[in-house]
């Protein structure tokens, strides 16, 4: 996710400058992002768009993400499988559809986390993926590791699954979600 880290005002509904559409919008939807099973025994699944953890605009994705997030137990891992879209003021299109596996480190009947990077596969950030069975919340966070040659990597950064999707508004007064 670091790659897609800048100094921008990107936020979800509210974006301006360079990486602005006014027909980008998300829907929020009601409830966590985790889908509700009768256990979290065997696995889990969430979908939903990453948005920072903190309230400085510095620290917003660059560009919106829609993700899915899929754990299997037997198999000890985690799969994210994510799309990146690419809002200027002319156009939105599909930049990058990518797949990240994490690691599962824990998982018992409150949640679990997994990770990866920190080596040859991310260097200079090691990502940890939290699931929390309780609450539904889903969050990662990007931690760096400090190594030469990663100096511009000094702080940690984290984001929240928020359940919804990202849409583009083709109404022509460009006004789907206001109401009527």
Wanted: proline residues 6%; negative net charge; hydrophobic residues 35%.
């Amino acid at each position: 996710m670091a790659a897609l880290l800048a100094a921008s005002t990107f936020a979800p509904g509210q974006t301006t400058g360079m990486f602005h559409n006014d027909r980008l919008k998300t829907l929020v939807l009601p409830g966590p992002p985790l889908v509700e099973s009768k256990s979290h025994t065997f696995s889990v699944g969430a979908s939903g768009f990453w948005v920072s953890e903190s309230a400085d605009p510095k620290k917003a994705l660059l560009l919106p993400i829609q993700v899915e997030v899929l754990c299997f137990k037997y198999k000890k891992e985690c799969t994210e499988i994510s799309v990146t879209l690419g809002a200027v003021p002319t156009l939105v299109s599909v930049e990058d559809v990518s797949t990240t596996t994490y690691d599962v480190d824990r998982w018992d009947e409150h949640g679990l986390t997994a990770s990866y990077g920190g080596d040859e596969s991310s260097p200079c950030q090691r990502h940890i993926l939290t699931v929390d069975f309780d609450s539904g919340a889903v969050s990662v966070a990007d931690i760096p590791t400090h190594k030469k040659g990663c100096e511009a990597f000094t702080e940690t950064d984290s984001y929240k699954l928020v359940r919804g999707k990202y849409y583009v508004d083709t109404t022509p007064g460009n006004d789907l979600d206001k109401k009527k």
